[in-house]
């Protein structure tokens, strides 16, 4: 069978929809389903049924729909490594940054690969790992460099450690807490507490720390993928900010925010990482970012 067809398959797997898929592979809606019919007679197995106004993989699709989806992303892998070798350019790129990278060191990042490489296009999306990581099987990225404390374990994901960064809870300069020697979660919890997405391990612990009993009692006052925002936020109001010490680094230099001392509390630390996709050569252009990123952090 050829790679049109596994193409094919593949599509309306991921659409669940023969219309759908038609207009993925740009084809007529009756030619996509002669297309799979004849998937279907050459390998003798039932790959779709249809549940109401759903198509969905049988046993036997889900077999090979997982194989053809590797011969398919393969195939898209070949045709780019073979495209990046005629033209022995370092290419566009396009990326992934969680919250914190977005505000420490990719402003510097970007304006050295803009300096250096004037002619280049690059594309960047900031977010949170989950989302994320779904840019990326989408192929939409070529890597993200976020916290990954809680991206999974997965075959077809590469993960490279970069380094750990501590963080903390701070407040504006004159808050009602500054005056305190030593201050309480619980106490700083009443004023309402900014942060974005936190990993599980902390979520747990601040859960324990105050008394609740589940996590999913845990409310966030204001919570957000932009750190920039939430900064902003925290030095107009009494909100207190929980957040890496690196991503405050200049107002606490310049005085506009205090770390709170909190009694008690455990390490809280963000694990942050390079993730790419396994089986993908990145580009030029993606390695040499991706080898920087040690000397930025």
């Not at 790992?129 to 916290?147: N, S």
């Not at 925002?229 to 200049?250: F, K, M, N, Y």
Request: with cysteine.
């Amino acid at each position: 069978m050829d790679l049109r067809r596994w193409n094919h398959v593949v599509a309306v797997a991921d659409r669940r929809s023969f219309v759908r898929a038609a207009e993925e592979v740009h084809l007529s809606q009756p030619a996509l389903t002669r297309s799979i019919q004849a998937a279907e007679a050459e390998l003798g197995l039932l790959l779709f049924d249809r549940k109401g106004n759903e198509i969905v993989p049988t046993p036997a699709g889900e077999f090979v729909i997982a194989r053809a989806r590797q011969l398919v992303f393969n195939s898209r892998c070949l045709e780019r490594d073979v495209a990046l070798f005629r033209s022995h350019h370092l290419g566009d790129t396009a990326f992934g940054v969680g919250p914190f990278p977005a505000i420490t060191f990719l402003p510097e990042l970007l304006s050295q690969l803009r300096t250096e490489f004037p002619g280049i296009n690059l594309r960047v999306e900031v977010s949170n790992w989950q989302l994320l990581v779904e840019r990326l099987r989408e192929e939409d990225i070529e890597f993200f460099v976020a916290d990954t404390t809680d991206v999974p374990a997965d075959p077809t994901l590469n993960l490279r450690p970069l380094r750990r960064a501590p963080g903390g809870f701070y407040v504006r300069t004159g808050h009602p807490l500054c005056a305190a020697r030593a201050v309480t979660l619980k106490q700083a919890w009443a004023y309402g507490v900014l942060a974005i997405r936190l990993p599980d391990n902390v979520r747990t612990s601040l859960a324990r720390l105050l008394g609740l009993e589940s996590v999913q009692e845990l409310r966030l006052a204001l919570e957000c993928d932009d750190a920039a925002l939430l900064t902003r936020v925290t030095l107009g109001s009494d909100s207190v900010l929980l957040t890496a010490h690196t991503a405050v680094s200049r107002e606490r230099e310049a005085g506009q925010l205090q770390a709170l001392d909190l009694r008690g509390l455990p390490l809280l630390q963000a694990e942050s990482g390079v993730v790419t996709l396994r089986g993908r050569t990145p580009s030029p252009m993606a390695e040499l970012v991706m080898g920087r990123l040690p000397a930025m952090l």
